[in-house]
């Protein structure tokens, strides 16, 4: 049979393989993403795991005239291959190459760019309407997750969804938990039979027959309906989404083509709202990832041969969580509170230590920041640790449930600043210019493993109202050997008396200590201000700068409302007569690419920091040339 899987460059060129040649294609399929994967990092197990639903859905539907809107979208990487992306597969997650997530500006099969939870159905449910208010064709699908499906923005969208009644369909993609109720063989006997064309259609009949006797075609009409109701709750028991106002199917094996493929034909006669549940298996086809589900959900590489991931080196991350738990040990009022991602922030020691004070709410960050409130409220001090690109979706909770009741919330605030890989929908360089707009806030910003550790310490200890810590993804970069860790709002190094200085934060505060060290080199004496609490910022930190005549501020964060603007402000306010030059993100919807390359892209690697402050230099002496 060949490599069927060059053979494909759109759904259409599916529909003449046998049932034979779909399995291959399949397997191929695995293949091509586990290979990829171990060599690009990026999503395994999850994507494995939907092969064959992928298929079916190109099968019965055309992309791009049919809109299949994944959510979360890190499972969509069978869809690239079935729609025309197959020979750049290779580039996955690489600079200039293929996202890893959904992206519009990638491909016209590609709907709704998307790389948070629980935003499918919505978007799909705008789409549908769109298209009918356009008298457009085509079928809108919308895929989700057992666990994007705990986002309360998901049954936002259903509850609308049933409320119009459009034609809309949805798969709930089961690899975990049993929506409805266990109910035996003839439930999934009288499922099956319901999803049959035949069975739509003959109920479409008898209800129009009805609709057309005079006087008792409504009653009998209404009747007949109720007792479908009761005998469905009967064999069933209690179904949310029959609730919501959706034709509910299923479950189903989210691994057999055939059923999938004839169930989804059926459902598209059913003139409204449709729920399909399917069941499939994380990791699918790899021994490991079917074993691991979690380990293999997202990687950096491994070996395909023997799965071995590499031993993980110290992150950030680990040394929150170590951290965490030290302090736990002391304070039994300390809680952890996690929106679905124990393993990425670190808290599985924590889970596992102090089991009554550990809290996975799901993919749910708006409840975890009022849950933590609530927490706080009734004496508890509440850690939340959550993604930067997440903490986004509960900035109402942060104002209104948090600062407002005046009372103690830790924010561990991970994946600050660039990510790397997983590209713009997952940058964190929003949280420090919506948290400035946040009363009563304090911010801290580590650059290394013990200031995050001092810092964690201060804020469970001296900490008060709304409180957080941001910190990057991975590892600490080099630490100068002159350099002290410190809770103090700010640290100033290099020459006192200097007349330049370099003001940065966070992680690229290494890179601004080697400028300086290259300036000193050429002859530039430098002052180094290093902003260890960005919010409140300290009055004294910007009395430090008056004196200088040119003040370079780098901030590996937007500009537009950020730290760096409102020191500016300060400093004007202040009377400074000098030059300000800000260098933070102007663009920041960052595609993916390594980490340190989009940094170095950016200006914030030692080299674009000693070049920004040459450039500036020479362009001074040159117009005092000029004007003498």
Same mark, same amino acid.
């Given at each position: 049979?060949?490599?069927l ?14 049932r034979?040649?779909?399995?291959k ?5 695995r ?8 060599d ?14 992928t298929?079916?859905l ?5 992309p ?14 069978p869809?690239?291959l ?6 750049e597969?290779?580039?996955l ?27 499918s159905?919505s978007?799909?449910?705008g789409?549908?309407e769109?298209r ?7 079928w809108?699908?919308a895929?989700?997750?057992?666990g994007?499906?705990?986002?309360g923005?998901a ?8 409320q119009l ?8 993609n ?22 049959r064309p035949?069975?739509?259609k003959a ?5 129009s027959?009805?609709?057309?006797l005079?006087?008792?075609?409504r ?8 007792v ?15 609730d ?6 299923g479950p ?13 034909e059926?459902?598209k006669?059913?003139?409204?709202p ?8 994380k990791?699918?086809?790899y021994?490991?990832a079917?074993?691991s ?11 395909v041969?023997?799965g ?6 110290q992150?950030?991350?680990g ?10 040990e ?10 679905a ?5 670190g ?5 596992q230590?102090f ?7 799901? $993919?749910?960050? %708006?409840?975890a !920041?009022?849950f933590? *409130?609530?927490?706080?409220? &009734?004496?508890?001090? /509440?850690? =939340?640790?959550?993604y ?9 909770q942060?104002?209104?449930d948090v ?9 561990? $605030?991970?994946? %600050?600043?660039? !990510?790397?890989?997983? *590209?713009?929908t997952?940058? &964190?360089?929003f949280? /420090?210019? =919506? ?9 801290y ?16 200890k001296?900490g008060?109202?709304?409180c957080?810590?941001r ?20 640290s ?5 008396a200097?007349?330049?200085c370099i ?17 000193k ?15 409140p ?9 008056l ?9 590996e964060?937007?500009r ?21 030059v800000l260098?933070a993100?102007?663009e ?9 390359r989009?940094l170095e892209?950016?200006?914030f ?6 070049r920004?402050v040459?450039?500036?230099l020479e ?9 003498a």
């Amino acid at each position: 049979m060949g490599n069927l899987l060059e053979t494909i460059r759109s759904s259409q060129d599916l529909q003449n393989l046998s049932r034979q040649e779909l399995d291959k294609l399949c397997e191929e399929m695995r293949e091509t993403i586990i290979r990829t994967v171990s060599d690009n990092g990026g999503h395994l197990a999850s994507n494995l795991g939907v092969v064959e639903l992928t298929v079916a859905l190109g099968l019965v539907f055309q992309p791009p005239r049919d809109a299949i809107i994944w959510d979360v979208g890190h499972q969509s990487y069978p869809y690239k291959l079935l729609t025309g992306r197959s020979p750049e597969f290779h580039t996955l997650r690489r600079e200039g190459g293929l996202s890893g997530f959904p992206c519009r500006e990638e491909s016209p099969c590609d709907s709704f760019t998307s790389g948070h939870s629980s935003t499918s159905i919505s978007a799909a449910l705008g789409l549908s309407e769109a298209r009918q208010l356009q008298e457009q064709g085509g079928w809108v699908v919308a895929v989700i997750g057992d666990g994007a499906l705990t986002g309360g923005l998901a049954f936002e969208g259903l509850n609308n969804a049933g409320q119009l009644r459009r034609n809309l369909i949805v798969i709930l993609n089961d690899n975990k938990m049993s929506i409805s109720k266990n109910v035996g063989s003839l439930a999934r006997y009288l499922s099956h039979m319901r999803a049959r064309p035949e069975y739509i259609k003959a109920k479409g009949n008898v209800e129009s027959a009805l609709r057309r006797l005079p006087l008792v075609g409504r009653p009998i009409g209404a009747c007949l309906r109720r007792v479908k109701r009761s005998l469905k709750k009967l064999l069933y028991g209690s179904n949310v989404f029959s609730d919501l106002g959706f034709a509910y199917y299923g479950p189903f094996d989210g691994h057999n083509i055939k059923e999938l493929s004839d169930t989804l034909e059926a459902v598209k006669l059913v003139r409204k709202p449709v729920l399909l549940h399917v069941r499939t298996y994380k990791g699918k086809g790899y021994q490991y990832a079917e074993q691991s589900p979690t380990l293999y959900h997202g990687l950096s590489g491994f070996d395909v041969d023997t799965g071995d991931t590499g031993e993980p080196a110290q992150s950030f991350s680990g040394v929150f969580g170590q951290t965490l738990c030290g302090l736990a040990e002391k304070n039994p009022r300390i809680c952890a509170v996690t929106a679905a991602m124990e393993e990425g922030t670190g808290l599985q020691e924590f889970r596992q230590r102090f089991k009554s004070r550990f809290y996975d709410v799901g $993919i749910a960050e %708006a409840h975890a !920041v009022t849950f933590s *409130g609530g927490l706080a409220v &009734g004496g508890m001090l /509440p850690v =939340f640790a959550v993604y930067s690109t997440f903490l986004q979706r509960a900035y109402d909770q942060l104002i209104h449930d948090v600062a407002l009741q005046n009372t103690q919330v830790l924010l561990a $605030i991970d994946r %600050a600043g660039v !990510v790397g890989e997983d *590209g713009k929908t997952h940058q &964190g360089l929003f949280d /420090p210019a =919506f948290l400035r707009t946040v009363p009563g806030v304090t911010l801290y910003s580590p650059s290394y493993f013990q200031e995050l550790r001092d810092q964690m310490a201060f804020l469970a200890k001296s900490g008060s109202g709304l409180c957080a810590i941001r910190y990057p993804r991975g590892k600490e970069l080099y630490c100068p050997p002159w350099f002290r860790s410190s809770v103090d709002p700010y640290s100033v190094y290099g020459d006192s008396a200097g007349t330049v200085c370099i003001a940065a934060y966070g992680r690229i505060f290494s890179f601004a200590a080697e400028a300086a060290q290259r300036l000193k080199a050429r002859g530039i004496s430098v002052k180094l201000l290093k902003l260890n609490r960005i919010i409140p910022m300290e009055p004294a930190a910007v009395q430090e700068v008056l004196s200088c005549r040119q003040v370079f501020f780098f901030e590996e964060a937007v500009r537009q409302g950020g730290i760096g603007e409102h020191f500016a402000c300060l400093l004007l306010e202040a009377g400074f007569g000098g030059q300000f030059v800000l260098r933070a993100i102007e663009e920041p919807f960052i595609k993916h690419a390594p980490m340190f390359r989009a940094l170095e892209e950016l200006g914030f690697s030692a080299e674009g920091m000693e070049r920004t402050v040459l450039e500036h230099l020479e362009k001074e002496a040159a117009y005092g040339k000029k004007e003498a």
